[in-house]
């Protein structure tokens, strides 16, 4: 496939990214194949067309969240019917009242629990991660290996890649994507996803009010929960009283805290989230 967008001249000659990524694919292919954390975005729809290309074998996985926008469940099931369906134990409405506390951009046990289990006897894990992504993205690297559990490495085979070079390749081979694109969202995921900003974060809750409702009901159960724990000292534990309180604070008081106490990159993580646990390969 050669298109002038995916074709950069260096001094070496010529870089063509897609033969590139194929290349990467077909070299580091492991043995029982790789295992691709397929988000149903438009990266992931890349590595997938890139591995189909490559002639590699995988497995695509996507990782059901629970929270999960319908109209990308719904596009995922009608043109990528061999992705797995992965489904979790418990739901986000049962793990907020077990964890305490909401998840936030520092404490993402949703990701240990949701997107970090699955992909049985496959080690070696595609992802859609690129480095125009974000400042700390624009650190990583194109093979990394976990941190967390050292026996998965990770392989992104469009890191490199910019914006424009993904919706180049997609449309050049004609592949259809999620409509919410078409709606304007730049990045599809998790409805009310903490690493998001206020704005966006409550544009999507809008949207689906009966999730906007569950996480309501979610943060009034775990309330129930800390005043059980705490009991007497419960009004000392926090300044939370109400399920309003804790939306207000999880949609704009954790933003504001983050914004003037953390530096991007150098947030501490929870618990092994793999998509940032990770070190460059030996």
Not at 54 to 81: M, S
Not at 86 to 98: D, H, R, V
Not at 129 to 155: D, M, N, P
Not at 220 to 233: C, D, F, N, P, T
Request: proline content about 4%; some cysteine.
């Amino acid at each position: 496939m050669r298109n002038m967008a995916l074709v950069e001249l260096t001094l070496d000659g010529e870089r063509n990214k897609v033969d590139e990524a194929i290349v990467d694919l077909r070299r580091m292919q492991p043995l029982g194949g790789y295992c691709l954390k397929f988000s149903g975005g438009k990266d992931s729809q890349a590595i997938y067309h890139l591995s189909k290309m490559a002639g590699v074998e995988f497995r695509a996985q996507y990782d059901v969240t629970t929270v999960d926008p319908p109209e990308l469940i719904e596009f995922i099931r009608e043109n990528y019917a061999d992705v797995v369906f992965n489904y979790p134990e418990t739901t986000m409405w049962k793990l907020i009242p077990k964890k305490r506390i909401p998840p936030t951009r520092v404490i993402r046990y949703c990701c240990d629990v949701f997107k970090e289990k699955g992909c049985p006897n496959m080690n070696m894990i595609l992802t859609g991660v690129r480095w125009k992504e974000s400042r700390r993205r624009g650190k990583r690297h194109k093979v990394e290996i976990c941190q967390a559990y050292k026996k998965k490495t990770f392989l992104h085979p469009v890191i490199s890649w910019e914006e424009s070079d993904v919706w180049e390749f997609l449309n050049g081979i004609r592949s259809k994507h999620c409509c919410l694109y078409d709606e304007g969202w730049s990045r599809i995921g998790c409805v009310g996803c903490p690493m998001a900003n206020s704005e966006v974060r409550e544009r999507e809750l809008n949207r689906y009010p009966k999730i906007r409702d569950a996480y309501w009901r979610a943060f009034g159960r775990m309330l129930e929960e800390i005043k059980r724990e705490k009991a007497y000292a419960f009004e000392e534990f926090t300044k939370w009283k109400s399920p309003d309180d804790v939306m207000e604070w999880w949609l704009h008081g954790t933003e504001q805290f983050y914004d003037k106490h953390f530096i991007d990159g150098q947030q501490y993580l929870f618990n092994g989230d793999y998509y940032e646990h990770y070190e460059l390969e030996a």
